[in-house]
């Protein structure tokens, strides 16, 4: 059985590019309850949107629960790294949550094992998962435990570090609409001279302007 | 003060050590490690210097705030934010004795000697950082008689002996930032291995009946013995919570009680004048700290910088050097537009460490006080003189043995 840090360090080998961003928190949390989560269906899926390793380009993957993991590994078969920037804990202990952290976590320690069988060259591109459903943050009563989490610019490299590194493209993949969080980074990216794109999982990545991909309703928040 | 390097071959691994075994989630802040490479050692008569200031400063901390609670008209130049200020006649009940008063003064080495840029009196952090950090880091240098302060200890301890044995103590955070969470985690897993029932929570699950502290967190109801808040005063009015008045005048002990709000405003030391009239000391505070004024008091004036009365990590500070033009721009018009809400204080001139491979790093040495006893060191270094959230974590070790 993988230890917690076994399953971090499969994800964020030493010396591998990228790896840096990692975020250790669903790594740290994994919990005998979350090795044992139920209503699992993980698979690699086949990817339909790409059909060759994508040149300078990194690639966010925001998709619900753990479905970013199994992509991910998917991306990681064409030969790029998937780096977990996972960042939500886990509620209380008896209490009701906003976001389901566990499935990811689950998702990391079952990825481990699949990751484990590929090979991935030191300076693949990178492709940085995240869960879409970590905005859910309204609550049906003020007893729920909020562990919704976003997404913030000092999660991820910046742009000058994306240029100095030769990614110039940006592709955003997402189930439905882009949240927020993400895409104030990724205006921020473009603002830089970074390209983005954008693709639903099923077309071809097409040019994007980022203010124009749709904004998902969701609760104020006190850093806005 | 010096700086010991880590040997290279063990970096990677003493990373993993402090993430997995010593609640460091957030090694890394965009294109920053905040995970230094380096040991901060400080001599054994610079700890002791260091422990009489803050024991001096911290005295003089405490004599001010409750002077200012039970005088609450002297106040009034912290322009403390109004939903607070409303509250505050709420405190007068305010007893030192049932609560945990927890502190840390940055301290800074400078061209002049030491300088100290602020005190984290409402909710400062670092805590596993000062406590299991340099316990892995000294065994990284056996052959050097080193040792450290374990804060976490001293901290449960004075916790310990105020709420009841086996009492429930909810940990108040902002429960969708983790960098919060790991700091709540170490507290808790320490808190439970000396057999009290952690709760870990958001402001708003505590609610207040007759002065007494209640968790309705589903699945955790019932009645708390004491309250550790990580959530800074300043943003729980933001927040607020239904209840958010309990917390001024609830006689379950608290860590911190909002009296800390006094201090906490950098313009705290726009008082002192005042309360020294009124005879109280403030000598060592006046000392260590830069001369600091209202902005208007500034203008035209050399060698001034600007900072946030309600700032964390350094953010929004006017040193020209550490910031980028349009963020230095930016500071400085929301100065003019709202003067009261910043403070001016004239510059220190930061004195950098030289590493073993010569780089240079400017330092912050956090210095906590539990209860009016010092507590221990929690210390940040960067190449640039502004110690803000891009710094790096260093543990701090002592030279000499254990006191």
Not at chain 1, 46 to 69: H, R, V
Not at chain 2, 165 to 188: A, F, K, N, W
Not at chain 2, 239 to 248: A, E, L, R
Not at chain 2, 319 to 334: G, P, T
Request: proline share 5%; charged share 30%.
């Amino acid at each position: 059985m993988l230890t917690n840090r076994e399953v971090y360090k499969i994800w964020a080998p030493a010396g591998a590019k990228w790896v840096d961003w990692v975020r250790p928190v669903p790594f740290v949390e994994i919990k005998d309850y979350s090795k044992s989560y139920k209503f699992s269906n993980l698979s690699i899926p086949k990817l339909i949107y790409l059909s060759e390793l994508p040149e300078n380009t990194a690639i966010f993957l925001d998709l619900p629960g753990y479905d970013a993991i199994k992509e991910g590994l998917a991306l990681a078969r064409f030969g790029m790294r998937p780096i977990p920037i996972y960042n939500g804990t886990n509620e209380q202990v008896g209490s009701r949550a906003t976001v389901d952290n566990h499935a990811v976590e689950f998702g990391l320690w079952w990825g481990a094992k699949e990751l484990q069988k590929m090979q991935i060259k030191e300076d693949a591109l990178p492709v940085f998962l995240l869960d879409s459903n970590r905005v859910d943050r309204y609550k049906m009563s003020v007893t729920v435990f909020d562990n919704s989490w976003d997404i913030y610019p000092q999660d991820v490299p910046s742009a000058e570090y994306f240029l100095n590194n030769g990614i110039n493209k940006i592709i955003l993949r997402t189930k439905d609409e882009a949240n927020v969080d993400l895409k104030k980074i990724l205006y921020k990216y473009q603002e830089a001279g970074i390209k983005i794109y954008y693709t639903d999982g099923y077309i071809e990545p097409v040019e994007a302007d980022v203010l124009k991909i749709k904004t998902l309703k969701r609760a104020p928040h006190k850093d806005e | 003060m010096r700086l010991l390097t880590i040997p290279k071959d063990k970096y990677d691994e003493y990373r993993l050590n402090l993430i997995f075994d010593c609640y460091k989630w957030d090694p890394q802040f965009q294109d920053n490690n905040t995970v230094a490479k380096h040991v901060l050692v400080i001599t054994k008569e610079e700890h002791e210097e260091l422990k009489k200031l803050t024991e001096a400063i911290d005295k003089e901390t405490i004599d001010a705030e409750k002077y200012l609670n039970e005088n609450q008209k002297y106040a009034k130049p912290l322009n403390l934010p109004k939903e607070i200020t409303k509250e505050l006649k709420l405190m007068k009940n305010y007893d030192a004795e049932k609560h945990v008063r927890l502190m840390r003064y940055d301290f800074h080495p400078t061209i002049d000697g030491w300088n100290i840029s602020e005190v984290n009196s409402d909710v400062p952090g670092g805590f596993a950082e000062a406590s299991l950090m340099p316990q892995v880091a000294k065994y990284l240098f056996k052959d050097e008689a080193l040792w450290h302060i374990n804060f976490g200890d001293i901290l449960t301890g004075a916790i310990a002996k105020k709420v009841r044995p086996g009492g429930r103590i909810m940990l108040v955070h902002c429960t969708s930032y983790s960098d919060d969470r790991q700091v709540m985690e170490y507290l808790g897993d320490k808190l439970e291995t000396m057999g009290f029932k952690v709760i870990y929570g958001a402001a708003e699950h505590v609610l207040f009946k007759e002065q007494k502290a209640y968790c309705i967190l589903y699945g955790n109801e019932g009645p708390l013995d004491g309250i550790f808040r990580f959530t800074p005063l300043e943003w729980l009015k933001d927040i607020k919570p239904k209840y958010w008045d309990g917390y001024f005048d609830t006689i379950t002990p608290s860590c911190n009680h909002p009296v800390a709000i006094f201090a906490q405003t950098k313009r705290f030391p726009l008082v002192w004048d005042r309360l020294e009239l009124e005879g109280l000391t403030l000598t060592n505070w006046k000392r260590l700290l830069p001369k600091t004024v209202e902005v208007k008091d500034a203008k035209g004036q050399k060698g001034f910088i600007y900072k946030p009365a309600c700032g964390r990590v350094g953010e929004k500070i006017s040193i020209k050097e550490a910031c980028d033009e349009k963020e230095y721009e930016d500071i400085l018009r929301e100065v003019k537009k709202k003067p009261k809400e910043y403070l001016a204080q004239k510059k220190f001139i930061s004195k950098p460490l030289t590493s073993e491979e010569g780089e240079q790093f400017h330092v912050c040495l956090g210095s906590y006080t539990v209860d009016g006893k010092h507590a221990g060191y929690y210390a940040r270094i960067s190449d640039k003189p502004r110690i803000d959230s891009r710094a790096a974590d260093i543990p701090v070790l002592i030279e000499g043995s254990e006191e």
